[in-house]
């Protein structure tokens, strides 16, 4: 069966939510979390969603080096006491849990750790709020994707849907160095990232599996070399 939601109802629940969601953007933004260094940011995460969401760590091991596909830019991290977040949506106070056959499931996946500050950034985890639009490290990539995630769940939560499947968020580390918190979590599974597309959806897992080809353009990392200065990166604005 169909899940009916008043498209009306969902602008102006957003719309109430909104500065929340960005006063929570602007204060993970706040939160340094180069890769490998994102135990702070995922506590707060954890936090943020714990009244949305089943929220459960994923616990990683160093056991994850040796997998053929772990990407070793950094060498000498410690995975111990480092972990993922699942976030799986209840929509009241009691999550129950549904058959699987009930409907399709949604998985999505944004991450909290960011690059380092680009040299001579100004104050780079200082969030600053201009046109509607957060400014600072991981605003877009991808600090804001896990901002519009919360405001999902909390537009759902508020409006009490019943979905016929399961809406989980994985919230994940270390993807700026290959992806490794995806490939924890997953391990093959595929989800559909929060990417700062404009007004989509990317349905491919963290790059992997992505088409090829070659093209001309800017290698650094979204957010840097923009018009506005060196390092900044807005969210997308009114986080849609």
């Known amino acids: 069966m169909a899940v ?4 009306q109802a969902v602008r102006e629940a ?4 909104l500065g929340e969601a960005r006063k929570l953007l602007c204060d993970l933004v706040a939160i340094p979390s180069p ?41 000498n991290l410690d995975y111990t006491g480092r972990y993922n977040l699942v976030a799986t949506y209840r929509p009241d106070g ?5 058959p699987a056959a009930r409907g399709r499931s949604l998985l999505l996946n944004a991450h909290v750790d960011t690059v380092p500050p680009s040299e001579g950034q100004p104050a780079p985890y200082l969030p600053e709020v201009r046109d509607g639009a957060v400014f600072g490290r991981g605003a877009c990539d991808a600090k804001g994707q896990v901002a519009t995630a919360w405001l999902a769940l909390a537009t759902l939560r508020r409006l ?7 809406l989980s968020v994985h919230l994940v580390a270390e993807e700026e160095l290959g992806g ?5 979590l997953l391990r ?11 007004g989509g959806v990317d349905p491919s897992p963290s790059g992997r599996g992505s088409p090829e080809g070659t093209g001309e353009g800017d290698p650094s990392p979204s957010g840097r070399g923009r018009p506005e200065g060196p390092g900044e990166g807005a969210s997308a604005r009114g986080l849609p």
């Open 4 to 7: 009916r939601i008043d498209p």
């Open 94 to 98: 009691g999550w129950r849990r549904r």
């Open 180 to 184: 490794n918190g995806t490939l924890a």
């Open 188 to 198: 093959g599974e595929c989800g559909e990232c929060v990417l700062p597309t404009r």
């Open 14 to 17: 957003v719309a109430d939510q």
């Open 160 to 166: 009490k849907v019943e979905l016929a499947g399961e």
């Open 35 to 75: 890769s490998g260094f994102e135990a702070d940011a995922m506590k707060f995460v954890e936090q943020a969603f714990a009244p949305l969401a089943d929220v459960r760590r994923a616990e990683m091991t160093n056991a994850l080096k040796e997998d053929p596909e772990y990407q070793d830019f950094l060498a």
